[in-house]
């Protein structure tokens, strides 16, 4: 074909084999295209031209999947949800799975699956503000807009996931442009903004080591590292205990319980509790399987 043909000319959709024009397709690796209806499953975030055919094939089921997690576990349950109305963007933080939704008040991609992510798959998470370049001279900037940009931890560990500071993150599987959020634009609106971020700092553990007026002196960090210790110990004695007896520890059901809770105790300690959401996050996805 014609380098016209190939620019104007109908091309078919390599994943289902609908015949699309120019305006209704994407191009993905290896000179294939995938038509408009297949785009509305991939994620609005995903560079798609970076992926071949199997690649966006497993993209899609894995949105699906997430898609799963939201209508099984988190539509109904209770979130943080910021800006409590959303006017452009939003993020819906669900604690209790350790998942986030991006809300948005219109969906003008036609996606069909949610943007469904896992707290520890967040890289980094800052506030953005543009401004309206003045129409006259000597006139101050305008208020344009303001939200939230959020990093996903890359799938290669050489390709940015380097970067983050938390060995306990886990890669999104695909690489993603960085999420802009919107969240308003208008200064009349309130910012939510601060609150979002503040959010994202509690999970992640950002001021755990300082001291709130209501801990009794102890920072989160300090409790954590107390339950680990406490949890060691509780578990060092059991292991004491049934040696003296001429037990064999493996067959004690107690003694593994206290393992378990003391490995999940040192785990919490070494990763700024952020290994809690994990967790949420691992036991969502095995009860959607
Ligand atoms: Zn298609």
Redesign the pocket.
Same mark, same amino acid.
Request: proline share 3%.
């Given at each position: 074909m014609g380098f016209f043909s190939n620019l104007f000319g109908k091309q078919t959709?390599c994943?289902?084999?609908?015949e /699309?024009g120019p305006l209704k397709r994407d191009k993905i690796k290896d000179k294939q295209y995938? /038509?408009s209806?297949?785009t509305r499953k991939c994620s609005e975030y995903v560079k798609l031209s970076e992926l071949d055919k199997n690649a966006v094939e497993d993209h899609i089921r894995f949105m699906e999947k997430r898609e799963k997690i939201y209508q099984d576990l988190l539509q109904n349950s209770k979130c943080s949800a910021l800006p409590s109305t959303v006017r452009e963007k939003g993020i819906r933080f669900y604690d209790d799975y350790g998942f986030l939704v991006i809300a948005a008040n219109k969906n003008t991609k036609n996606k069909v699956n949610h943007e469904v992510i896992r707290y520890d798959e967040v890289m980094s998470y800052e506030m953005y503000t543009e401004m309206n370049k003045p129409t006259e001279q000597g006139k101050p900037e305008t208020f344009k807009e303001d939200g939230i940009i959020l990093k996903l931890v890359a799938p290669n560990p050489n390709m940015g996931a380097a970067d983050s500071n938390n060995k306990n993150q886990h890669p999104y599987p695909w690489n993603t442009r960085d999420i802009k959020l919107c969240f308003r634009k208008s200064e009349k609106d309130t910012n939510y903004a601060d609150n979002a971020i503040q959010h994202f700092d509690w999970i992640f553990g950002v001021h755990d080591s300082s001291k709130g007026l209501f801990n009794f002196g102890m920072s989160k960090e300090e409790k954590r590292d107390l339950q680990a210790k406490t949890d060691m110990a509780k578990l060092m004695g059991g292991v004491m205990k049934a040696a003296i007896k001429g037990e064999d520890p493996e067959g004690n059901e107690k003694l593994m319980e206290q393992m378990e809770q003391a490995q999940k105790s040192a785990d919490d300690a070494s990763s700024s509790g952020l290994a809690v959401y994990s967790r949420k996050a691992d036991e969502a996805e095995n009860q959607v399987n």
């Amino acid at each position: 074909m014609g380098f016209f043909s190939n620019l104007f000319g109908k091309q078919t959709c390599c994943l289902c084999g609908t015949e /699309c024009g120019p305006l209704k397709r994407d191009k993905i690796k290896d000179k294939q295209y995938i /038509c408009s209806d297949c785009t509305r499953k991939c994620s609005e975030y995903v560079k798609l031209s970076e992926l071949d055919k199997n690649a966006v094939e497993d993209h899609i089921r894995f949105m699906e999947k997430r898609e799963k997690i939201y209508q099984d576990l988190l539509q109904n349950s209770k979130c943080s949800a910021l800006p409590s109305t959303v006017r452009e963007k939003g993020i819906r933080f669900y604690d209790d799975y350790g998942f986030l939704v991006i809300a948005a008040n219109k969906n003008t991609k036609n996606k069909v699956n949610h943007e469904v992510i896992r707290y520890d798959e967040v890289m980094s998470y800052e506030m953005y503000t543009e401004m309206n370049k003045p129409t006259e001279q000597g006139k101050p900037e305008t208020f344009k807009e303001d939200g939230i940009i959020l990093k996903l931890v890359a799938p290669n560990p050489n390709m940015g996931a380097a970067d983050s500071n938390n060995k306990n993150q886990h890669p999104y599987p695909w690489n993603t442009r960085d999420i802009k959020l919107c969240f308003r634009k208008s200064e009349k609106d309130t910012n939510y903004a601060d609150n979002a971020i503040q959010h994202f700092d509690w999970i992640f553990g950002v001021h755990d080591s300082s001291k709130g007026l209501f801990n009794f002196g102890m920072s989160k960090e300090e409790k954590r590292d107390l339950q680990a210790k406490t949890d060691m110990a509780k578990l060092m004695g059991g292991v004491m205990k049934a040696a003296i007896k001429g037990e064999d520890p493996e067959g004690n059901e107690k003694l593994m319980e206290q393992m378990e809770q003391a490995q999940k105790s040192a785990d919490d300690a070494s990763s700024s509790g952020l290994a809690v959401y994990s967790r949420k996050a691992d036991e969502a996805e095995n009860q959607v399987n």
